[in-house]
Structure formats: C-alpha cells, structure tokens
C-alpha cells in the first residue's frame, strides 16, 4: 500500500530547533532567585556512617540548605523494589551513594559547602563479585534479607539430560560482559520549582521516564500524586540511563526547592555522572549445547549470573528477558536456563540499550560459530540448519504463528549486501602479514514491548483546535530518538493532513496521560497505535458531520491531501480546514483519548513457560574486520546491518537509529569498559572511558526489513534496542576467523587481542 505521509523519510519534527541552537536543555533553564544544589558522595564502597557533621556547612557564605537522610520523609524508593536510598542513613552500599545534598547561591559556594561536611566512617569489607555473593553464608549487602540474590529466572523446556545423551557433539563454554556506562552527551541535569502551577513541586529536566519519577518524588514526599508535576525536556541522550538516577536527583532537588521556597538547578559533571549512574549489568554465562553431526540442536542448558551492584534497580526485569532469549532464535527441543541477579558492593546496574540481551546474545552467537567450528560448518550453515521460522515453537513454548517470522529473510539480505560467501571463504584462507582479516555474523530475536514484566499500554490526546492546527500529547518521552516525528506522521496520514499542522507537546504528566515508560522498543508499537487510534477517532467524527452535511455514506469518504473526498468519484467535497470550521459550528469537541493496550501474554515463573511477548522483530548483523595481531588493534571496516522492522513509519530515522545502534554496538564490542577495583570506579571522565569517535565509524549498510506486522500502526514494530545487540558477537566472530583465536571476553581490546587477556589501569593483569 502506498501511503502519503507514513513510510517516508521526512525531516525530523524537531530538528531545526535543535540545529539552530533554540532547543532548552535542562541545562539551559533559569528561574528567578534560583539556587545551585550539590551533592557530597561517599568516600567508601560500603562503610557505616558513624556520625555527619553540617555546622560548618550551614555558616559557609552563601549557603541555604543542607539536607541529609533524616530530613526525608521517606528515604527509599524504586521502580521495582523500592531499597534504593535517596541519601545513605546508616550505611553507604556503594561508592556513588548521596550522603548530603546542598542548596547555595551559586555552584562555587555550594562545592566549597561540601568539603566542609564532616563524615565520620567504620569502613566495612564490602563484597565485590556476584559468585562470592552467591555464596552461602556469603556477607549481606541489605543486611535485613537472607541471601544477596535479588532474583532467579527458570525456563524449562524438555529433558537435557535426554537430549545431552543424545548428541554427538557437546561444547561447554564461558562468557563474561563488563560495566558499561551510557555515555550520553548531555550529564543529568534538572531544575526544581516549589508551589508552581497549584502543586507542590514542579520539575523540569532531562528525564527519560516522567512517570516513574513523578510516582518516585511523590513517594519520597509522602504527598499524592498530583502534587508532583515533572514536565520533560529537550534530552541529549538516554539510552536507558535517566530513569532511577533522574528519580533520585529529582527527589534531592525537591527537598530542597521545598526547604528553601526557592527554584534549585542541579547539574551533574562527567565525573559525578559516571560515579553515581547505573550500568549495563556485567554478565557472567556458562553455555553447554549438544548437537548432531549434521548439525541440529539437540540441547543447551545456560546459567547467567548478573551483578546488580548496591541495589536492585532493573536486574528483576533485564534478567527475565535475558533468560527469555538466552537460547537464542534457535528451535531447540530441550533446554534448561537459571539467570540470576545477586547484590553486590560495586555500582548499581539498571537499564541500558538492549536490556539483558546485548549481553546473552554476544554468548549465544559466539557459541553457534564456536559450534560450527567444531561441526566443521559455516557459521551461516548452522544457523539456517536451525533458526526460528514461521510456526516455530521457542524455547518458551511459544508458537510463532501471528507474525512473520524472517530470520532466513534478514540473514539472506545481509549475506548479499555484505558479500558474505565470498568473504567468508577468502578470509578463511591463510593471510600472509600481521594484519588479518575476517567476517562474522550475528543474528537475533528480541520480543517487543514490556512482555510479560507488566500489563503494557500507553495512550495519546490529539486535539484539533479552531484554526485546524493540531497537537498531539502522549506520555512516552522523545529522548533523540525521532518519537515526535513518528507519532506526527502517524497522526497526518490517519487525518490526510500535512506534518506541519501538527505540534508535538512535550511531556507534562499533569496533562500527558500516563504510558509507561519509553523503554523496550514499545514506543512506536504501543504510542503509536495510541495516537492512530485517536486520530481515527477524529476521522470518524469528521465523517460523520461531512456526511450529514452532504448527504453520503461516511464509508464514502476518504482524507487525503487537506481535504475531504467522495472515494467512488474520487471527487473533493470540502476542505480540511472547512470540516473543522463545520464542526465549530454545531458545537462538536475536536480533542479525543486515544488508548491501545497490548495484546494478552502469558507467562509460568516457575518453569518460564509461556507467550511473553505478542510479537518479535529480527535482525542479523555482519562484521567485516581488518586486526593487526602484532598490535592487537582491530579495524572495523564495515557493518552491514538488516533489521526488519514491519514498517518503517520514516526510514531516515530509522536509518539513523541503524547507525547509532551499530556504533554502540561496536564501542560495546572492542572498547567500552567501566573498570572497578574493589567498588572503586577508576575511569569516572571520557579522557579514560574510551567511546567511539567519528574516526572508528566504519562504513555502515542498513538493510531495512518490511514486514507489516498485525499488530503494529500501519505495520510498525520496533527498532531502538536491536540494533545494538548484534554488533559486539558479530565483531567478536568476526575476529576469531582473522586471528584463530577465540576471545570469549568483552571487551576484546588490545590486551585481549594481543595477549590473551585484558590489563587493568596500572598494568595489572585482570
């Protein structure tokens, strides 16, 4: 079907205001007599607080404010387990812990501030690593439970042990994954405004996930719900990483702009950003498969273990899909998964682009080509011997009948785009010199929207005002990912208007309705089905009035253009503009509610049996790279990257969101690695945290994917998060074949290249 405003790659809604410098960041608000908060960390990973001193900090000049945890009404909050503290009470858990929060007259005075704070510390030995804290008898990080697991995720399907007696090949092999940290481009940063627009605090700021801290700062303050407005702004990146680290600076701020009855701007530093922020959890996997000599899975039993740092955050969640997917889309008759999730002293985990997956996919990927090794098979031989298809049970049981499944359909146009045979079979041949190269594939399935984590829905208010101009409200936050530009083409294809009728408002949650959070690759799926059901409803009122006024069937009419057709003589009947005028006339409301609730899943916590997700979208991902092995350096020289995504609402944006998931991917991959020490953070600045730069981009071919799923507006799935999940194990694969050797580590960077294994800041093997 052709469409006149979905399915093009239009400018973004929101790009002149950003590329001419008018966009406000948080950064970039002021308030009249506004204050300046600060916040004083912890000296120690885990350590018990003795005694805090703030006299000194109360005289210092210029001070307004100092609060500590017994100013808090309520002191602990979370999303999902609400153990994470707003500032520590009796004991910091982890090095980035809040102690004390100040508010002064400038940034300078509240800094001097806090080096007059004196904290009085009984260091305690703290425990730094998953597999000690899964230990019996192993010291409690929350001293009040009984073990340090935050979680255990089980999926059974079929007998192993059978299928293991069964097979004729069995590998058993370990993976690890290392922090990483967001890295976006623009540190937290907000303002907090007390008794502003009839409620108790007002917050602007770069927040991913305006409802979850508004329900946090309101829990924090003990006062309801609507006493709390948190209003977004422009966000120069997320990535998942301003979601509870926003709610807690939030709740600082508004204690407070309360305390003092002035606004209070709090504005992190790369430093404290870095200290303080969750990562990406750290994974440790143990992979054992079994297959027959031809190469069919018979079996494979996985047991991952995530470091969820001080508190509990997102590792519930990001676990359970993590054993959701850890087999792969593989059809597998027998299979056994346990991921677990266990406190320890280090820096708390939460969640980050790819949600459990970038981690089990790097593992199950490498394990395929390491079987296809031993099976003396191409990789992309063992994978079509047994990818999903339609009507493929997963290992959750789970029949993949609703949507079409195009695994051989993304492997076979990446294969092409990337001249993958070809390569494959060259690279595999002996290369004389020290730089080699090679190629390797991932490929992936990843379930769309929340799942079976929580009831999933979102909704949307798209209004036409008198003059025919247009708004459109959701609750689901543009964090630079092209939402606005979605939901508006979304909105004028249903209405048969041009773009720039219609303003995207910004998140406000006493206005916007309440949608969840913009996480899960369910923005465009869930908010858009949201505003294309409530511009539909327009339509119909529209319809309705048109037809009265002409005397036709409303299934006569059709909205294209600005205007009004009669479709059986495909002739005009009125303007766009004069329906809205017809309609003020005679009095009809032009603002409708638009809800869409995921369909029904299902799910078994007990033997993770179940439909979790509705539907899937498929990737697959080639890696071309050049390694110098007497260097250990790695060039990537090319990505080819096809992802099918139903529809693609604007293929620019989604073309960009190709190129900055694949760039995530290959930082993930080969350089990004927040090392700690005993749950110290030693790279708290990017002259340390190496990202990739313009000059590590290699040449990027997106392949887009169409397969219009039923589900989806005008056919739409997902494309935020799988786009970074497949990059790391392509890379990965990708330099096993160049080097012979097989590095089963990320990051793979010099050390590990070169050497075997990775060094410390310092020099020290680790």
Request: net charge neutral.
């Amino acid at each position: 079907m052709v469409y006149s405003k979905v399915n093009k790659p239009i400018i973004r809604v929101d790009a002149y205001e950003k590329v001419i410098g008018k966009a406000k960041f948080a950064a970039d608000l002021y308030f009249p007599n506004m204050l300046y908060g600060k916040v004083l960390r912890s000296k120690y990973p885990y350590a018990r607080i003795v005694k805090i001193d703030i006299e000194k900090a109360l005289t210092c000049p210029g001070v307004e404010a100092v609060i500590t945890a017994d100013d808090i009404p309520n002191n602990e909050f979370g999303v999902i387990v609400q153990n994470q503290q707003v500032l520590a009470r009796q004991q910091v858990l982890y090095i980035g812990d809040g102690i004390a929060v100040v508010a002064a007259e400038t940034k300078e005075a509240a800094a001097k501030a806090l080096g007059l704070i004196k904290v009085e510390y009984e260091e305690l030995p703290g425990i730094f690593d998953p597999e000690e804290a899964a230990k019996k008898g192993a010291p409690l990080v929350h001293s009040e439970l009984e073990n340090n697991q935050v979680v255990h995720h089980r999926l059974r399907k079929g007998d192993t042990e059978r299928g293991f007696a069964q097979a004729e090949v069995i590998l058993e092999r370990e993976y690890t994954t290392q922090f990483v940290e967001h890295a976006y481009i623009e540190p937290e940063s907000l303002v907090a405004v007390p008794y502003e627009h009839n409620t108790l605090v007002t917050i602007y700021g770069s927040i991913q996930n305006p409802f979850s801290c508004r329900n946090a700062v309101a829990s924090v303050l003990k006062v309801p719900l609507n006493k709390v407005r948190i209003i977004q702004n422009h966000m120069g990146g997320s990535f998942g990483g301003k979601d509870e680290v926003m709610s807690s600076m939030a709740a600082r701020a508004a204690l407070l702009a309360l305390k003092t009855n002035r606004p209070v701007k709090m504005v992190n530093t790369r430093d404290e950003s870095i200290l303080e922020s969750y990562k990406r959890h750290p994974y440790k996997m143990k992979y054992k498969v079994g297959a027959t000599k031809e190469g069919k899975l018979a079996a494979m039993e996985i047991k991952c273990l995530a470091d969820s740092g001080a508190y509990a955050c997102q590792t519930p969640f990001v676990t359970w899909r993590s054993v959701v997917q850890a087999t792969g889309p593989y059809e597998l008759p027998n299979v056994k998964t346990d991921t677990y999730g266990y406190y320890t002293n280090n820096v708390y985990t939460g969640a980050m682009r790819g949600y459990g997956s970038p981690q089990i996919i790097f593992a199950q990927e490498s394990l395929m080509d390491e079987l296809a090794e031993e099976l003396k098979m191409t990789p992309m031989e063992l994978r079509l011997k047994n990818i999903y298809h339609n009507n493929s049970i997963t290992a959750s049981g789970q029949k993949l009948d609703n949507h079409q499944v195009s695994l051989e359909e993304v492997i076979n146009k990446a294969v092409e785009a990337s001249n993958y045979k070809d390569k494959y079979r060259e690279y595999s041949k002996p290369q004389s010199g020290d730089k080699k190269r090679g190629i390797g594939m991932a490929i992936s399935f990843r379930g769309c929207s929340l799942g079976a984590e929580a009831t999933d829905a979102a909704g949307a208010i798209v209004a036409i005002q008198r003059d025919g101009s247009i708004l459109i409200s959701c609750g689901l936050a543009e964090n630079g990912e092209g939402l606005k530009t979605v939901f508006t083409q979304i909105a004028a294809e249903e209405l048969g208007v041009d773009i720039r009728r219609i303003n995207y408002m910004e998140v406000d949650t006493s206005v916007s309705p309440e949608s969840g959070a913009t996480v899960a690759s369910r923005s465009t799926i869930l908010g858009g089905n949201a505003v294309k059901n409530a511009a539909h409803q327009l339509k119909e009122t529209l319809a309705e009035i048109v037809a009265a006024e002409f005397k036709i069937k409303t299934n006569n009419l059709d909205f294209k253009n600005e205007n009004i057709y009669e479709k059986n003589k495909n002739q005009k009947i009125i303007s766009f503009d004069e329906a809205i005028t017809l309609a003020n006339q005679q009095g009809i409301f032009l603002s409708v509610y638009g809800w869409y609730k995921a369909p029904d899943i299902s799910w078994d916590e007990e033997n993770g049996q179940g439909r979790p997700y509705f539907t899937y979208v498929y990737g697959c991902q080639i890696a071309e790279v050049e390694v110098d092995t007497a260097t250990g350096q790695i060039e990537v020289l090319k990505m080819t990257a096809a992802h099918d995504v139903g529809r693609a609402i604007n293929p620019a944006c989604l073309k960009g969101q190709i190129y900055g998931g694949v760039m995530m991917g290959l930082g993930y991959g080969i350089m990004e690695e927040v090392e700690t020490a005993n749950g110290y953070i030693k790279n708290t600045n990017f002259d340390e945290y190496l990202i990739p730069t313009v000059k590590d981009m290699p040449e990027i071919i997106p392949v887009i994917v169409e397969n219009p799923d039923p589900h989806g507006p005008y056919g739409a799935k997902s494309i935020g998060e799988p786009t970074l999940e497949l990059g790391a194990p392509a890379i990965a694969n990708a330099v096993a074949q160049a080097t012979g050797k097989r590095i089963r580590h990320l990051p793979l960077n010099l050390e590990r290249v070169l050497l075997g294994h990775s060094l410390s800041k310092g020099g020290t093997k680790k």
